[in-house]
C-alpha cells in the first residue's frame, strides 16, 4: 500500500520560502508522477503542479513563477518550495501521486494527510 | 474563478439520486476527474477517465460527460456521501491541471 507523509515548518513569515517534503513507502518515486495541491482554510483545491520520475516539471501559471518541486530518488521523497510567500498562501498543503500525463492517467489515487502551513510573522 | 465551474451547494433525500455537474470548455477534449472530501481528510478519488471507478469505491457513484459538462451521479445516496465533491482536468490550454470549485452535497 503506498503511502505519503508530508513533511515541514508549520509557520513561514511573509517574504520567506515554504519548503515541504513529501516521503513515499510503499512505492518508489522512480515511477508516475507527483503532485502538490492546495487548500486555503474553508475553501477549494489549487492545483500546484508536479515533477515525474525523470524529473520534468509542470507548474500551475499562476505559481510558476515562485515553484520548485524537485525529486530525491535516493531518499524516496519529492519536495516543494514555494518563494516570497503571503498570508494567501496559508492553506493545508497536501503531496499526492498521479498516475500520470494523458486522458486515462490524470488522477491522484494515493494522497498524504495533509499538513496546514500558516504564513504570519 | 475556476476553469471548471461547479455549482456550490446541492441537496439530495436520503437513497434518492443526485447528479453533481462541472462545466468547463476543457471537458470537451478531456475527461474529468472526481474526488471525494470529507471535513478534516484529504480528498478521495471517486471517478477517473471520465467513468471509472477504482477498487472499493461503490457502484452507486457513477460519472458521464456530455459536450461541455463533466456529470457525477450518486444513485441511492447514502448519507455516509455527504461531502464536498471536486471535478478536475485540464485548464483551457491544455497544458495544466485545474480544480472545480466543489460543490457540497446535503444529504437530507
Known amino acids: 500500500q503506498v503511502q505519503l507523509q508530508e513533511s515541514g515548518p508549520g509557520l513561514v513569515k511573509p517574504s520567506e520560502t515554504l519548503s515541504l517534503t513529501c516521503t513515499v513507502s510503499?512505492?518508489?518515486?522512480?515511477?508516475?508522477?507527483w503532485s502538490w495541491i492546495r487548500q486555503p482554510p474553508g475553501k477549494g483545491l489549487q492545483w500546484i503542479g508536479y515533477?515525474?520520475?525523470?524529473?520534468?516539471?509542470n507548474y500551475n501559471p499562476s505559481l510558476k513563477s515562485r515553484v520548485t518541486i524537485s525529486l530525491d530518488t535516493s531518499k524516496n521523497q519529492f519536495s516543494l518550495k514555494l518563494s516570497s510567500v503571503t498570508a494567501a498562501d496559508t492553506a493545508v498543503y497536501y503531496c499526492?501521486?498521479?498516475?500520470?500525463?494523458?486522458?486515462?492517467?490524470?488522477?491522484?489515487?494515493?494522497w498524504g494527510r495533509g499538513t496546514l502551513v500558516t504564513v504570519s510573522s | 474563478s475556476s476553469e471548471l465551474t461547479q455549482d456550490p451547494s446541492v441537496s439530495v433525500a436520503l437513497g434518492q439520486t443526485v447528479r453533481i455537474t462541472c462545466r468547463g470548455d476543457?471537458?470537451?477534449?478531456?475527461?474529468a476527474t472526481w474526488y471525494q472530501q470529507k471535513p478534516g481528510q484529504a480528498p478521495l478519488l471517486v471517478i477517473y477517465g471520465e467513468r471509472n471507478r477504482p477498487s472499493g469505491i461503490p457502484d452507486r457513484f457513477s460519472g458521464s460527460s456530455s459536450g461541455d459538462t463533466a456529470s457525477l451521479t450518486i444513485t441511492g445516496a447514502q448519507a455516509e456521501d455527504e461531502a464536498d465533491y471536486y471535478c478536475?482536468?485540464?485548464?483551457?490550454?491544455?497544458?495544466?491541471?485545474?480544480f472545480g470549485g466543489g460543490t457540497r452535497l446535503t444529504v437530507l
Open positions: 478536475n482536468s485540464r485548464d483551457s490550454s491544455g497544458n495544466h491541471l485545474v
Open positions: 515533477i515525474d520520475y525523470s524529473g520534468q516539471t
Open positions: 510503499g512505492g518508489s518515486v522512480n515511477s508516475y508522477y
Open positions: 499526492a501521486r498521479q498516475r500520470g500525463w494523458g486522458n486515462y492517467e490524470e488522477y491522484f489515487d494515493y
Open positions: 476543457s471537458l470537451r477534449l478531456y475527461y
